[in-house]
């Protein structure tokens, strides 16, 4: 059974730092390309960042560029995202997510597995 259970929102103030984690099982994660979403209420759910599972490349979505660090741990099959620098517009429910075909892609639809979520509020 294939699980994503993401970890680490809450609410913070802007300005802030957060780290979520997504603990992966279920699938071969190391061949895994492994990303995260994101999406606010009224709004089509976004990319935020992916990372490949073969070379470790990292893509970030442009509203989140340098602010943003996407990362993996194979041996715990787990993938963090930190947010820095955290605002307002950045509130939403963040989302795990695994394209077990290895694809690296920002296209929600090509991803086969997802976690439930986890809530990022940042208040001004």
């Known amino acids: 059974q294939v699980q994503l259970v993401e970890s680490g929102g809450g609410l913070v103030q802007a300005g802030d730092s957060l780290r979520l984690s997504c603990a992966a099982s279920?699938?071969?994660?190391?061949?895994?390309?492994m990303g995260w979403f994101r999406q606010a209420p009224g709004k089509e759910r976004e990319f935020v960042a992916c990372?490949?599972?073969?070379?470790?490349?990292?893509y970030s979505a442009d509203s989140m560029k340098g602010r943003v660090t996407i990362s993996r741990d194979n041996a715990k099959n787990t993938v963090y995202l930190q947010m820095n620098s955290l605002k307002p517009e950045d509130t939403a429910v963040y989302y795990c997510?695994?394209?077990?075909?290895?694809?690296?892609?920002?296209?929600?639809?090509?991803?086969?597995?997802w976690g439930q979520g986890t809530q990022v509020t940042v208040s001004s």
């Open positions: 997510a695994a394209d077990p075909a290895g694809r690296g892609s920002g296209r929600p639809n090509l991803y086969g597995y």
């Open positions: 279920g699938f071969i994660f190391r061949y895994s390309t």
């Open positions: 990372i490949l599972w073969s070379s470790g490349t990292t």
